[in-house]
């Protein structure tokens, strides 16, 4: 089944405590990206990604990092989360170039920092 | 830079009855205009879209979206909606590559 898979679902950790959020894909997708959902805001682009070793921001990239070292993994780093943080995190894959044509999103991950 | 409105936070509907969720975009270009739901506990679903061509866009479970350049809108609707379409439905404006904004959501809530 195609998918694009995060883990954890539920997170709750402290302020300062290094973490990560994987997201895996199986589609062979080129285009990957984070965004964050927070109530009133919608959803917000962290992090994309167009293919292997190739990242950019988005549109509120302070505050994390990611990394595509292979095509179908994409983590989001959080180095010293903080309250601010807390948010409704989901990854999104994308066949190159129809990216925004079919975007396949997770079911998302629930983090709540300290 | 491009963005969304949906002016509604929150709707509700009775069952049966139709539905209009609005949309209102900028973007300097013909834009990539599209519908997402976000069933509760779940990821979004690409519910319709529209590129190019006829304004009157169909898309899954009944739903379809017109676009009008003149009022840069891009409202859904559906004939008459069932308790299953209680979610929250986002609008978005792409840019036809890697960019792709979201607005901040309308809740729909479905009473018997």
């Known amino acids: 089944e195609a998918q694009v898979t995060q883990n954890p679902r539920y997170l709750i950790t402290v302020t300062g405590k290094k973490l990560t959020v994987t997201c895996s894909q199986n589609?062979?997708?080129?285009?990957m990206s984070w965004y964050r959902q927070d109530p009133g805001l919608g959803l917000r682009q962290i992090y994309y990604s167009m293919n292997v070793e190739v990242t950019d921001k988005g549109d509120v990239p302070e505050g994390y990092k990611v990394s595509r070292k292979e095509k179908r993994n994409f983590p989001l780093i959080l180095e010293s989360p903080s309250p601010n943080q807390t948010s409704l995190y989901f990854c999104?894959?994308?066949?190159?170039?129809?990216?925004?044509?079919?975007?396949?999103f997770g079911s998302g991950t629930q983090l709540s920092v300290l | 830079a491009q963005s969304v409105t949906q002016p509604d936070i929150h709707i509700t509907v009775s069952e049966g009855a139709s539905l209009e969720l609005r949309c209102n975009y900028s973007?300097?270009?013909?834009?990539?205009l599209f519908w997402y739901v976000q069933s509760p506990g779940q990821g979004l679903q690409l519910l319709l879209k529209y590129f190019s061509g006829d304004t009157l866009v169909q898309g899954i479970k009944g739903f379809e979206a017109e676009f009008k350049r003149s009022q840069s809108s891009f409202n859904l609707r559906k004939p008459s909606v069932h308790w299953s379409d209680a979610a929250e439905y986002f609008c978005?404006?792409?840019?036809?590559?890697?960019?792709?904004?979201f607005g901040t959501g309308t809740r729909l809530t479905i009473i018997p």
């Open positions: 973007y300097g270009a013909t834009p990539y």
């Open positions: 589609m062979n997708h080129e285009y």
């Open positions: 978005a404006v792409g840019d036809g590559n890697e960019k792709l904004t």
């Open positions: 999104a894959s994308s066949p190159w170039p129809e990216v925004n044509e079919k975007l396949f």
